[in-house]
């Protein structure tokens, strides 16, 4: 809500100082909630004082956050017109991230769902998809770009009214000393392609209001998240709506847990997880 | 022997395999014509507008391919960008293939099967643990052809991304299910690619002996550089 400038006293520090301290405590329709237990939306089952993150991300922005490993990530599609692009990047060695060739080829599978590995290129788990509601989403298209976006909307600018993913990814990935060249494709979440025989794509769309999906870390990530409009959605207008993210302390996946690893790949995906960790002495 | 006669000699491949040298597929004046032996990595810049016609000379051997600016290499090959403006998965005659900033790195001008694969990456040491088992770690990968290429040009494991794989097949059934499968390709069958702008190329001979991306013989390419129409 824009307030006219000449309504606000700030011309001694005195005043601006109070100005600025008057602003504390209000709230917006998208913001992280602090402490994360304070969040007027817990997830359900979870016990407040164990989140770690609670945040709304608006259509057109994005969000970041490094977490511990058995963190478990939950991502809800407020009103049905979010789309989380996410990437993840080992937090202790960075240019250990997502690959999502490997994520599909190796999984034997280019549609996301629960149970899936999120595989980065060093033959690891970094996160594990554990609960998918909406089974819409995707690993095929990535995110836009300012080409694209401008080509489609006008616009790409992260301050204007059409930010393209890519051009947020990168601003946030730069928050954790990341450079462009660190930036991988990304997945994306709550709108779905499928391909057709010829190869061709088909835009699913959205599968609705209030579709969650919960991934769980099993390295320490840095997770970078935009949620823009799908590289693909036919809609010439800019519609993207709220992501509220939320995450918890929880278990990491074990390689004896029959209902998560459930094929041969993934099983000596974890192992190779394991591994690494007991050498590192996590 | 010599070496390049050696790389051509079919008797150093599986039984019956045939090798066919082919030639560029689009006519220019010849500006590089280099022989990729089995296994090997191979890089060189393609100046804006010449062509790269990459010869399958043993059949069904998978080219695994990264494209960068040559001026700055942070802006590169993309599979999402590429797939996403054509709306299509698979690699044919007119596909653009796109950068990470969504620009034309170079457009597809022949080529001589059905369809060419972006989506099935690399191999590399640590992925074949997984698809294949430990036993496997000691073979060589594309990843570290990349790796070892790469190098050359001061780039290292924040510069490898997903890639093309020429000649290589990885269809996407109804229910999602995809993987590598027997080849589509041929002895002498070739790609051809201009340049939209100056491209350093690397290329990964695939090693892979796991699964059909070579047919389990891997065998040379062929890469021939001609000029662009002035």
């Known amino acids: 809500m824009a307030t006219a400038a000449s309504e606000r006293e700030t011309d001694t520090v005195a005043l601006a100082r109070a100005d600025a301290r008057a602003q504390g405590g209000r709230v917006a329709d998208a913001m992280p909630y602090l402490p994360a237990s304070s969040t007027p939306y817990p997830p359900p089952g979870v016990e407040p004082s164990a989140l770690t993150w609670a945040e709304t991300v608006a259509g057109g922005n994005y969000t970041h956050k490094v977490v511990a490993r058995g963190t478990r990530i939950r991502l809800e599609d407020v009103a049905g017109q979010a789309c989380a692009h996410v990437l993840l990047h080992n937090a202790l060695e960075p240019w250990e991230r997502l690959n999502v060739a490997d994520t599909v080829k190796i999984g034997w599978q280019a549609y996301l769902t629960t149970g899936h590995p999120l595989l980065s290129g060093d033959g690891r788990v970094l996160a594990t998809i554990v609960s998918d509601d909406s089974g819409q989403h995707d690993a095929l298209c990535g995110t836009s770009t300012a080409a694209a976006s401008r080509a489609k909307y006008g616009d790409s600018a992260p301050q204007g009214p059409s930010p393209s993913g890519r051009e947020l990814l990168v601003v946030a990935a730069a928050k954790h000393g990341l450079a462009p060249r660190d930036l991988p494709p990304s997945v994306s979440f709550f709108k779905g392609v499928r391909v057709q025989p010829d190869g061709g794509l088909e835009f699913t769309g959205s599968a609705g209001p209030g579709k969650t999906v919960e991934l769980l870390a099993e390295l320490p990530l840095i997770i970078l998240i935009a949620n823009v409009p799908h590289p693909v959605d036919p809609s010439p207008v800019y519609t993207c709506g709220p992501l509220r993210v939320h995450a918890w302390r929880s278990m990491p996946t074990t390689t004896g847990d029959p209902g998560r690893v459930v094929t041969p790949e993934a099983l000596r995906a974890y192992l190779n997880t394991a591994d690494y960790l007991a050498a590192r002495g996590l | 022997m010599s070496t390049r006669d050696a790389v051509l000699d079919p008797a150093n ?30 890089s060189a810049v393609v100046s804006h507008g010449d062509i790269l016609t990459i010869v399958d000379v043993g059949g069904n051997q998978s080219g695994d391919c990264l494209l960068y600016n040559a001026h700055d290499t942070a802006e590169r090959y993309s599979v999402p960008d590429t797939i996403a403006w054509s709306g299509n998965v698979y690699v044919r005659t007119g596909t653009v293939l796109r950068s990470n900033e969504g620009n034309p790195l170079a457009t597809v001008v022949a080529n001589e099967i059905d369809r060419q694969d972006t989506i099935g990456g690399a191999c590399g040491k640590e992925s074949n643990t997984l698809r294949y088992g430990h036993h496997t770690a000691a073979e060589h990968g594309c990843r570290e052809n990349f790796l070892a290429a790469a190098a050359k040009y001061g780039m290292g494991a924040r510069d490898i991304v997903s890639n093309l794989n020429w000649f290589m097949n990885v269809p996407v059934e109804a229910d999602g299910a995809l993987g590598i499968v027997d080849g589509i390709s041929g002895p002498g069958k070739r790609v051809a690619f201009r340049a939209e702008m100056d491209i350093l190329v690397l290329v990964s001979n695939c090693p892979q002996m796991n699964n059909p991306c070579n047919g389990f013989n891997p065998t040379p390419l062929r890469m021939i550089v001609t000029a662009g129409a002035a």
Do not use: N
């Open chain 2, 13 to 42: 491949y599986a039984e019956g395999t045939l090798l066919d040298l082919a030639g560029p597929l689009i006519d220019g004046p010849i500006l590089l014509d280099e022989i990729v032996p089995a296994r090997a990595p191979w």
